[in-house]
């Protein structure tokens, strides 16, 4: 898989919306599970969800369910994360990659890879 570019960030007041958006380049998008993940100011990086490469399954850490979705557009190349009823503690870098994935028990989990090429990324910030 080729790079991956993030882009629809920006600055919203709480209980906003925006849409982000992860087009890749190059090849085996479609058969890769992919995730968005976000860094906050002097935080570690942390999954926020993730989706397998059907679109049939998906992960969403527990501070962003019902309020986060994320979808994909394989002939697109792009994976999306709806974000609504922001929160001022949503404020963060966000970034898109690649992951690994399993299930637990039925779940649908994911993991970051120990060596992931990160993007630019896409900075929201949510005000209050």
């Known amino acids: 898989q080729g790079s991956l570019v993030e882009s629809g960030g920006g600055s919203v007041q709480a209980g906003g919306s925006l849409r982000l958006s992860c087009t890749a380049s190059g090849r085996g998008f479609n058969d890769t599970a992919m995730g968005w993940f976000r860094q906050g100011s002097e935080k570690e990086r942390e999954i926020v969800s993730c989706?397998?490469?059907?679109?049939?399954?998906?992960f969403y850490r527990d501070s962003v369910k019902g309020r986060f979705t994320i979808s994909r557009d394989n002939a697109k190349n792009t994976v999306y994360l709806q974000m609504e009823r922001l929160k001022p503690e949503d404020t963060a870098m966000y970034y898109c990659a690649s992951v690994g994935e399993f299930y637990d028990g039925g779940r649908y989990h994911c993991i970051q890879y120990q060596y992931t090429d990160w993007g630019q990324g896409t900075q929201v910030n949510v005000s209050s």
């Open positions: 989706i397998n490469w059907s679109g049939g399954s998906s």
